[in-house]
């Protein structure tokens, strides 16, 4: 049995509507959804990408986020959090235990909240920019397009 007779394939192939720019693209990643139709579901767990879309069956197997939405994470997370946990302390400086229980709290609820949209997106400027083996899609798409 090779995985061809294991994956699903999707019941009936549903009329795409294809991204006309990145944004959009990117938008439907962050929202978990296919950057490709924008129905069908990006992730199958927390942070498990679906080999391919359940709604149009574009494969999604391809993309390679590997580390960058934790980075990207923790930029954003510092970016937010450091000005406010600086203001916060200076000007009301609470109890230290009041601090030590808040801002990694705080911390970790943002991280949480926003590794699955920004992997979303991530995945989403990989298919849209054609990298790793999402160029062949893009390729169709770009004659789709065309003729
Ligand atoms: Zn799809």
Redesign the pocket.
Known sequence: MNNAQIRPAPIAPVQ?TLPGGAGLAIWRGFRGR?P??G??RLFRAFLKVNDV?P??G?EMHHHRADDFPAYLVIAITGHILVPIVLSVETHLAPPIVLSMALWPSLALAMALTLLQPVKGAVVAVQWFGGMHGFEVSKKARQTATVG
Do not use: K, N, T, V
């Open positions: 795409r296919c490709a139709c129905e069908g879309c709604d149009c574009e």
